[in-house]
């Protein structure tokens, strides 16, 4: 099998309710820019990036893929895809003007389409290739209720809806407003509603401050709340120690975190309780598998962070086993071939060769309409 084609792929997915924040970033629609790379056997391997749906930053990670790592993949075997990461990883000119950033993204999104040929090639889906089980207990968190800008009796009644209606079993709340008490006031609410028996997140998006941090999620341990997650600038190693070491409730961090070594020095330091590497962030699941391999060496849970809209990341966590929980949220859900799947509360293990990432007919009908 030889690699004949890469094809430049941007999508543009409306988020929920026309327009979601969190405590730095506003959203309308969720980008993936990525390629589709093609092979003299008529099998195509797609594999995204995900980005905040700003055009220009997507038509660079594309040009990139194309124009920088295409050169180097055409006429490849894309089954030998632990070779081609290196090779494409440690190209000078491009490593030396990118180690993280666009270059990264780029590469991840080629090498979640290279696994997703080597899965389909096999005839197996990924979690299945990589040893997996589809007997393992996959535990799904429903992000997408807990927005910041939707009032507070919106967020409740949402809640409460995942959880009575849907069989989830676990929340996360966007916390980092403006108003540190009312910050509190919106978990409160949400765990009176919800009850003890429910897990509660949280996420303030890196808005705080180590010292508003220590005020403020000094006191989420009051309703029990299973982590806060990025409570202080992202590349904080040291203040997310510090943190940690104040504070009861766990900290979460990972989807702004770029190479296994990022990851690395925030685990070597006692900083981080719940690791969440992301392969849009990460160069693809090469780099996430080495991530999740550490996180294991400490006994720490993997728990990803969906910049895929946990796609590919739902085959991992069938694969790996540091991980039984799993992020949801549902904006690829209309664009892809086989979404994922939830029921009770659970993942359902994809059973489409592959890694999850095949656009449907509708997405390859917008394709670079963006």
Not at 111 to 138: F, N, T
Not at 223 to 247: M, N, S
Not at 282 to 303: H, K, N
Request: aromatic share 8%; charged share 20%.
């Amino acid at each position: 099998m030889k690699i004949t084609k890469l094809e430049p792929i941007i999508l543009h997915a409306p988020v929920t309710r026309g327009g979601i924040a969190d405590s730095t970033h506003t959203l309308s629609h969720w980008g993936a820019p990525g390629v589709g790379i093609h092979t003299d056997t008529g099998l195509v391997g797609y594999g995204f990036s995900g980005t905040h749906a700003h055009l220009p930053t997507d038509r660079l990670i594309v040009d990139c893929i194309l124009n920088s790592y295409g050169p180097l993949l055409i006429g490849e075997d894309p089954r030998e895809v632990l070779a081609l990461w290196e090779k494409l990883h440690k190209r000078a000119e491009i490593y030396w003007v990118g180690r993280a950033g666009i270059t990264h993204l780029a590469l991840g999104a080629v090498d979640i389409a290279l696994w997703d040929l080597k899965a389909k090639d096999a005839g197996q889906p990924l979690w299945k290739l990589l040893g997996g089980s589809a007997q393992k207990s996959v535990e799904a968190y429903n992000t997408d209720g807990g927005w910041l800008n939707w009032p507070l009796e919106t967020v409740v009644s949402d809640c409460k809806r995942l959880v009575e209606e849907e069989g989830y079993r676990a929340v996360k709340l966007k916390v980092g407003g403006a108003n540190p008490r009312e910050d509190l006031r919106r978990v409160e609410a949400v765990r009176k509603a919800l009850g003890p028996e429910i897990r509660i997140m949280t996420d303030a998006n890196g808005r705080w401050t180590l010292p508003q941090a220590i005020q403020t999620a000094g006191r989420l341990a009051e309703f029990d709340i299973a982590w806060i997650e990025e409570p202080i600038y992202f590349d904080d190693v040291q203040g997310h120690k510090r943190l940690a070491e104040t504070i009861q409730t766990p900290i979460a961090l990972g989807e702004q975190l770029y190479t296994a070594s990022h990851f690395r020095d925030f685990i070597h330091a006692g900083a981080v309780h719940y690791v969440q590497p992301d392969v849009v962030r990460l160069a693809g699941i090469t780099e996430f598998w080495q991530v999740a391999d550490m996180a294991r060496c400490y006994s720490l849970p993997v728990v990803p962070h969906v910049g895929d809209m946990c796609q590919v990341h739902a085959h991992l966590c069938f694969a790996h086993p540091a991980c039984s929980l799993l992020e949801y949220i549902p904006w690829l859900h209309d664009w892809m071939q086989e979404p994922a799947k939830i029921t009770g509360g659970y993942y359902i293990a994809p059973e489409a060769p592959g890694a999850g990432m095949t656009p449907n007919r509708r997405a390859l009908a917008e394709i670079n309409k963006a």
